[in-house]
Nanobody
Framework: QVRLVESGGGLVQPGGSLRLSCAAS????????MDWYRQTPGKERELVATITSGGLSNYADFVKGRFTISRDNVRNTVRLQMESLKADDTAVYYCHVRERRDFWGRGTQVTVSS
């Protein structure tokens, strides 16, 4: 069974940084694209960043130039480095993989506030 466990969220001031991690198990990690999504109350979950099995990355316009997605195929981990955080980045961040079906982690809360 695929399992995704996010960590690294927390409270940070505007302009600050955080690094999220997602530990994956139960799949041949290196073969799958991995995604980070985020969701705020009352809104649909939105795609933040994707990294392919080959390491190519793609970002939503609202995080381009500020967030960096990376993967470690030895540790079966995908990370999201977030810089220049804004209040609008406040959300629960979820790790996602589609391995025959969609799998999600439980999410990690990121709060950007002074």
């Amino acid at each position: 069974q695929v399992r995704l466990v996010e960590s690294g969220g927390g409270l940070v001031q505007p302009g600050g940084s955080l690094r999220l991690s997602c530990a994956a198990s139960g799949l041949n990690f290196r073969l799958f694209a991995m995604d980070w999504y985020r969701q705020t109350p009352g809104k649909e979950r939105e795609l933040v960043a994707t990294i392919t099995s080959g390491g190519l990355s793609n970002y939503a316009d609202f995080v381009k130039g500020r967030f960096t997605i990376s993967r470690d195929n030895v540790r079966n981990t995908v990370r999201l480095q977030m810089e220049s955080l804004k209040a609008d980045d406040t959300a629960v961040y979820y790790c996602h993989v589609r391995e025959r079906r969609d799998f999600w982690g439980r999410g990690t809360q990121v709060t950007v506030s002074s």
